[in-house]
């Protein structure tokens, strides 16, 4: 068994927002991208490690280590795309650095997402990164004759739609309020924006709550079912839409029941004129008195 193992978490969704260098188009999407170190051995051990981040990947620097052994942080090398090495990707290496016994280090980095991919070390200058693209990032740890590898992959997004909520529980008779944002990337216009909202049985849409009127609010199979025309959206803007729902107060549902709100959205990129869906969830827990 190993003592010595590595592992990379990134973020599920990665909306475009690198900006482009050497101008006034700042960075307008930042990620963290994390490290983790562990040592389970009752030894130190020297150990190196070399980790490859997706094409398209901008390294934005923000170094941090939480953990232990500093000679880590002291010790580590990046690389970003360059012509004389011929790397169309970010590698991120130290050497010869040491992981003391029982210890976890993790180092975090910020990132963004070009909206190209990186040619002849040329970053944002090849083909159109597609949305929902996968991206992948490798890392690898070296301990004497021992190896471990590890990967992990987001999704490039030219368009996303995210939903938050006051409240995790809800009882009967209550009501909350759902707030929908609607995010585009750095580098495209979004047109014909839509979302539709599906809820479970139970829970009720509440007349006049919304901030944007929706063009239409009926029942399907006991669900009720909402539709906004968003219209269009500009790079980097992000539209909020909030409304109320109300759990109804004749339910009769065991406590602990979830609920779900289930949105999707879809719109058309305006350069390349294809379609950037989304989608995503929210549950609340029926509490009963």
């Avoid at 924006?193 to 009720?204: A, C, F, Q, T």
């Avoid at 079912?225 to 803007?237: A, F, M, N, R, Y």
Wanted: with cysteine; hydrophobic share 30%.
């Amino acid at each position: 068994m190993k003592e010595c193992t590595i592992s990379i978490d990134a973020p599920d969704k990665i909306l475009k927002g690198a900006g482009i260098p050497d101008s006034s188009f700042v960075p307008s999407g930042i990620y963290n991208i994390k490290i983790k170190f562990s040592n389970t051995g009752e030894n130190s051990k020297i150990c190196s490690f070399s980790s490859t981040l997706g094409n398209g990947i901008r390294y934005l620097k923000n170094f941090s280590l939480e953990g232990p052994d500093e000679s880590l942080k002291s010790k580590l090398i990046v690389v970003e795309p360059n012509a004389l090495l011929g790397n169309n990707n970010c590698i991120i290496f130290a050497n010869n650095f040491i992981l003391s016994p029982g210890s976890t280090n993790v180092l975090s980095f910020n990132v963004a997402l070009c909206d190209r991919y990186t040619t002849g070390s040329v970053e944002n200058s090849g083909d159109k990164i597609p949305h929902k693209e996968k991206i992948n990032f490798f890392a690898h740890l070296i301990e004497g004759e021992n190896v471990d590898s590890c990967s992990a992959s987001s999704s490039a997004h030219d368009y996303e739609m995210k939903v938050m909520c006051q409240e995790e529980n809800i009882k009967p008779g209550e009501t909350t309020k759902f707030y929908v944002h609607c995010c585009t990337g750095q580098y495209d216009v979004a047109r014909s924006v839509y979302i539709r909202s599906i809820l479970d049985d139970g829970l009720e849409f509440v007349a006049d709550s919304c901030n944007l009127e929706p063009r239409n609010v009926y029942k399907f199979n006991g669900k009720t079912v909402i539709k906004w025309d968003v219209g269009t959206l500009q790079p980097s803007e992000t539209r909020r839409i909030g409304y109320m729902v109300k759990l109804r107060s004749d339910l009769n549902k065991e406590s602990g029941t979830m609920l779900r709100n289930k949105l999707n959205s879809n719109c058309i990129n305006n350069s390349e004129y294809t379609q950037c869906p989304s989608s995503c969830s929210y549950s609340l827990r029926v509490i009963n008195t």
